[in-house]
T-cell receptor, first 109, second 116 residues
Framework: GQNIDQPTEMTATEGAIVQINCTYQ??????LFWYQQHAGEAPTFLSY????GLEEKGRFSSFLSRSKGYSYLLLKELQMKDSASYLC??????????FGRGTSLIVHP | DGGITQSPKYLFRKEGQNVTLSCEQN?????MYWYRQDPGQGLRLIYY???????QKGDIAEGYSVSREKKESFPLTVTSAQKNPTAFYLC???????????????FGAGSRLTVL
């Protein structure tokens, strides 16, 4: 089975930097995803990591350490529209993504 | 534009009734998935299909049924056997299933089912 853990809620200030952590335990590992989901909407893809290290994509970056079973999503220059739920998902030996409970990020002025 | 269409967006059902949620994609994706989302629970996998005429149970398949007669369509039936069906249902697709590649999921806009 798989177990994915991420904080339930985080708050941050507009213009700041926030790091959302995700730890996972899985039998077999075939990649880790981050998705963004605004309330009542569909999740949208943010990033994918399969090798250790940092992947940067504009204001968003994602990091993976396979030996530690750990990933984080880094959001820079926060904007109000970044208020959303951020879902960590892990693809294990079955190749089907399993999602964590999501982290609700609240950005305030 | 290619995408996934789910219907209806909102649905109300009386206890004891079956209801079918539609999911259609024109992305030419082989794999399709149904997830259920409850507050504080994240997304939980109900069923998935990697190819036409084949599908597998996910983590919470009890009380649900699916079919995959066409590549584009993967309807989900919520039966009266599902004890707590009120939830947000998300359909997704990917280029292929069972792959070690990135295989990003594309989601539909969701269907919100409320049992009265």
């Amino acid at each position: 089975g798989q177990n994915i853990d991420q904080p339930t809620e985080m708050t941050a200030t507009e213009g700041a930097i926030v790091q959302i952590n995700c730890t996972y335990q899985t039998s077999g590992f075939n990649g880790l995803f981050w998705y963004q989901q605004h309330a009542g909407e569909a999740p949208t893809f943010l990033s994918y990591n399969v090798l250790d290290g940092l992947e940067e994509k504009g204001r968003f970056s994602s990091f993976l350490s396979r030996s530690k079973g750990y990933s984080y999503l880094l959001l820079k220059e926060l904007q109000m529209k970044d208020s959303a739920s951020y879902l960590c998902a892990c693809k294990g030996g079955s190749y089907i993504p399993t999602f964590g409970r999501g982290t609700s990020l609240i950005v305030h002025p | 534009d290619g995408g996934i269409t789910q219907s209806p967006k909102y649905l109300f059902r009386k206890e004891g009734q079956n209801v079918t949620l539609s999911c259609e994609q024109n992305l030419n994706h082989d794999a399709m998935y149904w997830y259920r989302q409850d507050p504080g629970q994240g997304l939980r996998l109900i069923y998935y299909s990697q190819i036409v005429n084949d599908f597998q149970k996910g983590d919470i398949a009890e009380g649900y049924s699916v079919s995959r007669e066409k590549k584009e369509s993967f309807p989900l039936t919520v039966t009266s056997a599902q004890k707590n069906p009120t939830a947000f249902y998300l359909c997704a697709s990917s280029i292929e299933g069972g792959s070690s590649g990135a295989n990003v999921l594309t989601f539909g806009a969701g269907s919100r089912l409320t049992v009265l």
